[in-house]
């Protein structure tokens, strides 16, 4: 399999110190809901998203949010993040900024992601000792 490096690269993890520049996005294969049948997509997706605010998030899902926790839907609205697409990022060019945790399939088309920054020590951990 050779790779297209136009297209995939590694990615960094977001800094503290570093500034959203443009609007984030999410990528990931997803499913298609199409009538009684789940359609797989066979390419790689991706949408631009929009942040709520956090009390819109709390009245949407109806609980609590942890600290590390944001919602977001994409743009335009029918642009969806799915199930299949839960652990892909949520990024800016090659700037991972957090984790597609839960998505609803429902008619706002929100869904919920964890923002990396808390986990990085760790994450960098991980990945310097496998």
């Not at 926790?69 to 090659?94: L, M």
Request: charged content about 25%; hydrophobic content about 35%.
């Amino acid at each position: 399999m050779t790779i297209d490096e136009r297209f995939v690269g590694i990615g960094k993890l977001f800094r503290d110190d570093d500034k959203i520049k443009n609007r984030l996005q999410v990528s990931g294969w997803g499913t298609q809901p199409s009538g009684n049948t789940v359609i797989y997509q066979r390419l790689l997706k991706k949408i631009q998203i929009i942040r709520p605010r956090k009390p819109e998030c709390i009245f949407i899902y109806d609980v609590a949010l942890r600290k590390n926790q944001y919602c977001a839907y994409g743009i335009p609205k029918t642009a969806r993040v799915t199930w299949g697409d839960g652990g892909g990022p949520v990024f800016e060019f090659r700037k991972i900024y957090g984790i597609v945790s839960i998505s609803l399939i429902t008619e706002d088309s929100t869904f919920l992601y964890t923002k990396i920054l808390a986990y990085d020590e760790w994450i960098n951990q991980m990945m310097s000792n496998h």
